[in-house]
């Protein structure tokens, strides 16, 4: 597959850079925006520089190259991810405001009927952006709220992440095992020791 993927200055950079490194070991084609404000958020979160992230995509663009393949709807690529999704780029895309790339790219998909993810990272919300949403998804996006289950039992914070970027994959019909799929009432069942039961 070849997904285009939107980094914007939002907490949760990390979400990103895990998705962008389950898509390279699927061997998937990747496109990397990542917005100026998504940089400097990468350097306070993470422990990986901005050169390493790029590193993980097959190309990468400026915030603001117009002139990228992405950029035109005849440019085939099968769909695009922002992930996080800050509520200023949310906005713009809700509004068809192509000021940027990541949200130009994002207005090809849905003009060119193409999956479209946004995995916001807000907390709480306002009424105009619960609206953005709503806009967003009768556009035909999928809003994918950066909100881990814990039914799996993570242990760490890459757990939670895994949770997050395997319900990406599974959108993007990706096959993967980031995380525990519920099995019903039995799935956290704990046997003596403590260990779960398969």
Known sequence: MEIVVGISGASGVQYGVRLLQALREKECTTHLVVTDSARKIIEIETHQSLSEVFELASRFYEPHDFAAPVASGSHLFDAMVVIPCSMGTLSSIACGSSDTLITRTADVCLKEKRRL???????????????????????????????????????????????????VLDLLGLENDLYGRWEGNAYNRLNQSGEKVN
Request: net charge negative.
């Open 117 to 167: 993810v946004l995995v916001p990272r807000e907390t709480p919300l306002s009424l105009i952006q619960l609206r953005n949403m709503v806009s967003a998804a009768e556009a035909g996006a999928v809003i994918l709220p950066a909100c881990p289950a814990f039914y799996s039992r993570p242990e760490s914070l890459e757990d939670l992440v895994d949770v997050l970027v395997g319900r």
